[in-house]
């Protein structure tokens, strides 16, 4: 079973940046697509933004489009989400998930990491 581990999370003020960090156990890492999801207070876990293993195509929800960028590095297993002009409407759980490309659904969850953004 896939193990994801975050780090990055924490607090900052609105129109801050941070940058957080999933790393995963090694064993086909690169043949997976790695997403972020994020769930606030109240709502439903919603989809952020996911990284293909096979070309490293991107594809970002719609509301943080251009303030985001998700990353990987297969070397470390590791995948990234920059956060760039952070809103209020950002604080949330953020959570690393990962699936292989046969699936249709994000079988391995991380832990989940705070992010809170001050206004």
């Known amino acids: 079973q896939v193990q994801l581990v975050e780090s990055g999370g924490g607090l900052v003020q609105a129109g801050g940046s941070l940058r957080l960090s999933c790393a995963a156990s090694g064993r086909t890492f690169s043949s997976y697509t790695m997403a972020w999801f994020r769930q606030a207070p109240g709502k439903e876990r919603e989809f952020v933004a996911s990284i293909r293993g096979s070309d490293g195509s991107t594809y970002y929800a719609d509301s943080v489009k251009g303030r985001f960028s998700i990353s990987r590095d297969n070397a470390k297993n590791t995948v990234y989400l920059q956060m760039n002009s952070l809103k209020s409407e950002d604080t949330a759980v953020f959570y690393c998930?990962?699936?292989?490309?046969?699936?249709?659904?994000?079988?391995?969850w991380g832990q989940g990491t705070q992010v809170t953004v001050s206004s």
């Open positions: 998930a990962a699936k292989s490309w046969h699936r249709d659904k994000y079988d391995y």
